[in-house]
């Protein structure tokens, strides 16, 4: 998400700048990467976005909700990256549009999903950018899931969700933090 010539809304542009870490430089709490690792601390802010070729699943139990090796990573300082799957390689029939929405500075207005398997539903499970803010355009036919109550899958390795609940980031085993979402982690 380049942002050269910023002719966003005052309000807007703000909401960006109030952020204390933004990539420059690893924090000092950060932990060091070892060898195949890679610091949440390294990556920019503003966000870029990241084709992402591993493989990605999302299975429900035992339906599976998404398969594919065409995901974007949306990688963020002090975030793990989320996820975003192009709605093709999901099976769509098992999400309903759920209420409510949110505002992300970066990626614009967030709409929310519903998962639905006969009388089994995990409510707002997944959201999507289906206007994006500029740069963040190759977001508007993807949807993204929180993996608290999913079992996810990069290359195979298991994913742990990011802490607290809020952020939708995926933790996988090259990854180093801390992340965003651990106690004290408020002002990052």
Known sequence: MS???????AWLR??????????????PFAAVPG?????????????????ETREVVIRWGDVEVARTQRAIRVLETSHPPSFYLPWDDVA??????????SFCEWK????YWTLLDGQRQLARVAWSYPEPLPGAEALANCVAFYPQHLTCSVDGAAVR??????????????????????????AW
């Open 14 to 27: 703000a909401a960006r700048e109030h952020w204390l870490w933004r990539g420059q430089g690893r924090s």
């Open 35 to 51: 060898p195949e690792q890679f610091s949440v601390w390294d990556y920019p802010r503003p966000p870029c976005l990241a084709p």
């Open 161 to 186: 969700p990011q802490p607290c609940g809020f952020y939708g980031g995926w933790i996988t085993p090259e990854l180093t933090g801390p992340f965003k979402g651990e106690p004290g982690s408020e």
């Open 3 to 9: 942002r050269s010539a910023d002719a966003s809304p």
């Open 108 to 111: 614009g207005s967030a709409r």
């Open 92 to 101: 769509r029939n098992f999400l309903k549009a759920a209420a409510g929405n």
